[in-house]
């Protein structure tokens, strides 16, 4: 018999799984035999059929019911002010202005003629683009000024200056463990396994992760020495000042200083945030599309290695944003990874600029890993993150509680500058490894409420995806486990379907060798369902199997791999 020997924690063995009840009836049961229960040996029985399944990579977070919002909002502790945000009934777009852009090599006196021909004046070219603000008569609709100039063959395009508004409504056993006192406010630090993740990296000050939003409060003394060069798009000055709120919280979430004894701990405790304004100094959250549009050309040669969009532009903008598609395309052709908010109406559908095929779109779960009611969802959501009461740096060096999938992106942004720290590059690389390292959560497999499933900061670190795990059908006694069916990987989603399968009682086993070593242990995911399934051959279906992290034992045993 060859054999190979992998260390087993007994923990391990205690974090087995169930049988799920959603199959159909009539399906075998899973029966409660200990271990060592008999089986025939192998060869002894022709294996005869399949089980199909579905595995789910958890962390070792417990669940736990917080008051949740049940509007996305800020709870202030501490803040001395709180600023009402964008009203959702405000204005779609500016009335005064349209943006167009022209067919290339277009003379400019051809452009200026085109403008003054429709009553309308130049005000600036965005920095970076030949895209034009154009200023309108007064009481003219822009939408039907945006009409009237693409009829003109020189027009590339036209379109109305739509606001965007921040993504939230106001009111209101481990190796490292950092010293931050605030710590275990953070309960999103704990869902994704982010103090798992750190023992792998902390991240890098050589990545450059642009917050796009209202500023941040440069000098918070929990975020200034992760703060880089940035600008303010909107005011035209190098000074960020946010009279918001909601870009400091975000960038406290991707990047809070760490380890320093005081407040929070971001994602990453060694990043360079590169603080981008687009808003004005209101305080009420109005973001401007061109500085948008500005800030998105500046992060992209400005080496912004990710690029967080916790906004909305208005919906009636979505499939028109010419000039913001623009943008984006290019900020991808520099392989700049782009993250950005769902949105918190409830419904489902995904905004822009989140909707957009090269941006990761982000919903949110809430502590007890529920959607809250408000937070968006559909089939364009790539991954779910914590985002209903977010503990994060707040002006006046203070900080404060937030709801919304803004607090959302920004997670997986953070985990996604984590993984570039590693070393690891492509957007859609990045993308996928989110995908295929989330917790699935709802139905099996990519659903509409939580896409792929909750970001897994210690699995996407780890490069443990879900493609990459073992499934097999085995027994054990005291001191080992073998195999009886082939092993097998499962498709993205977790869906998988074991071969050569005998007739007998087995246990379903899931590993992922993390470390590549032949061993069961430290970091490691491995699962097994908390009972033997009984299989009487044909083809067996609905096995739920949940696998976790191990975080460490003193009990060992082998993992016989079975005869020649």
Not at 341 to 346: E, L, T
Not at 382 to 411: C, E, F, N
């Amino acid at each position: 018999m060859q054999t190979l020997v992998l260390l087993m924690t007994l923990s391990i063995f205690l974090t087995g799984c169930f049988s799920s009840s959603f199959g159909p009836p009539g399906v075998p049961p899973v029966t409660p035999d200990p271990p060592g229960t008999p089986n025939p040996p192998p060869g002894q029985v022709p294996s005869s059929g399949k089980i199909l399944g579905h595995v789910v990579m958890e962390t070792l977070y417990k669940s736990r019911p917080l008051s949740a919002s049940s509007v996305p909002g800020v709870v202030v502790k501490g803040a001395t002010l709180a600023k009402p945000l964008a009203d959702e009934g405000g204005p779609d777009y500016v009335d005064s202005e349209i943006l167009a852009r022209f067919q290339e090599n277009t003379p400019q006196e051809e452009i200026h003629r085109i403008v003054e021909s429709q009553g309308c004046h130049v005000k600036q070219v965005i920095d970076r683009t030949d895209i034009y603000v154009i200023g309108i008569p007064e009481r003219e609709d822009p939408v039907y000024v945006a009409e009237d100039f693409e009829k003109n063959p020189q027009v590339k395009y036209a379109q109305p200056n739509w606001v965007g508004r921040v993504t939230e409504i106001s009111d209101a056993t481990l190796t490292l463990i950092p010293s931050d006192p605030d710590l275990s406010k953070q309960w999103a630090i704990e869902a994704m396994g982010v103090p798992y993740a750190w023992d792998k990296t902390t991240g890098s000050s050589g990545v450059k992760v642009a917050v796009i939003d209202t500023g941040v409060q440069v000098n918070h003394p929990d975020l200034a020495a992760n703060i880089g060069p940035g600008y303010d798009f909107f005011n035209n000055t190098t000074y960020v000042t946010d009279y918001n709120g909601h870009g400091t919280h975000v960038a406290g979430i991707i990047g809070a200083i760490a380890n320093n004894g005081r407040g929070i701990a971001g994602i990453n405790w060694n990043v360079q945030i590169m603080p981008l304004k687009a808003a004005d100094n209101s305080g009420q959250g109005y973001l401007d599309l061109p500085a948008i549009i500005q800030a998105l050309y500046w992060a992209a040669d400005n080496g912004a290695d990710v690029v967080n969009m916790s906004f909305k532009i208005s919906d009636s903008a979505i499939g028109a944003n010419n000039a913001m598609d623009d943008a984006i395309d290019y900020a991808y052709s520099k392989g700049v990874t782009m993250v950005a908010a769902a949105g918190n109406d409830g419904n489902g559908r995904v905004v822009y600029p989140a909707s957009h095929p090269k941006v990761i779109a982000v919903n949110a779960v809430s502590s007890d890993l529920s959607r809250p009611s408000w937070s968006n969802y559909g089939d364009g959501v790539d991954v779910t993150a914590p985002g209903d009461l977010v503990w994060s740096t707040w002006p006046g060096s203070t900080y404060a509680y937030a709801s919304g999938t803004s607090m959302a992106a920004p997670q997986a942004a953070g985990v996604a500058a984590l993984l570039i720290a590693q070393g690891i590059r492509g957007q859609e690389n990045i993308r996928r490894i989110l995908q295929e390292t989330a917790m699935d959560l709802g139905a099996p497999g990519k659903d509409w409420t939580f896409g792929w499933g909750m970001v897994n900061a210690h699995a996407a670190v780890s490069g443990a995806l879900i493609t990459n795990m073992k499934v097999f059908a085995g027994d054990e006694d005291e001191i080992s486990i073998t195999p009886y069916s082939d092993m097998v990987n499962p498709k993205a989603g977790g869906f998988f379907e074991i071969t050569g399968v005998p007739k007998g009682s087995w246990y379903i086993y899931g590993w992922i060798d993390v470390n590549n070593n032949g061993a069961v242990d430290f970091g490691d995911y491995f699962g097994r369902t908390s009972g033997k399934v009984v299989f009487n051959g044909g083809t067996l279906t609905d096995i739920k199997l949940l696998a976790r992290p191990i975080v460490g034992s003193d009990t060992v045993y082998s993992l016989k791999l079975g005869e020649d």
